[in-house]
């Protein structure tokens, strides 16, 4: 119906040195073959101004480091999942809400491996955002 829509994005992508003197045609570490993300959106005919939208975004595994050394090995990527709403009361007055890392995932936007140590910047935990925007 046209109270719903989706959207889909895809990407694959082969990251690797050529020929080089120190990593021959490794990987480059630190970049995911594949990313996606996916929404779906609720817009109700019956309410309206109101727009839902959950949405699961996905990075894939990679090495942590270019050696490929098999203590290092490869970060398994992550998936999380974020859900929004908002609504406009009028052209002026309008209210959101969203919910992110939905499920409290614990993840790492990146990990890398250096220096004999793995190294993980972690994710944002579950947070929740709500607020007004009103213009005049």
């Known amino acids: 119906t046209d109270d719903w829509a989706a959207r889909l994005a895809y990407s ?4 690797n040195y050529v020929n080089d003197d120190s990593y021959d045609d490794n990987e480059i570490s630190e970049a995911p073959n594949h990313t996606g993300n996916a929404r779906l959106i609720y817009t109700p005919s019956y309410v309206k101004g109101l727009r839902v939208m959950g949405e699961w975004q996905y990075v894939g595994s990679y090495w942590m ?4 050394t098999a203590s290092a ?3 398994d990527g992550y998936s999380i999942g974020n859900f929004k709403a ?5 052209s002026e007055l309008s209210f959101f809400a ?26 944002d935990p579950r947070q929740f955002y709500a607020g007004l925007k009103y213009l005049w």
């Open 12 to 15: 694959y992508s082969m990251h």
């Open 65 to 68: 480091d270019d050696d490929h």
């Open 73 to 75: 090995g490869k970060y």
């Open 86 to 90: 908002d609504y406009a009361y009028s």
């Open 98 to 123: 969203k919910i992110t890392n939905i499920t409290d995932e614990r993840y790492a936007v990146s990990a890398s491996y250096a220096y004999a140590r793995e190294d993980y910047n972690p994710g």
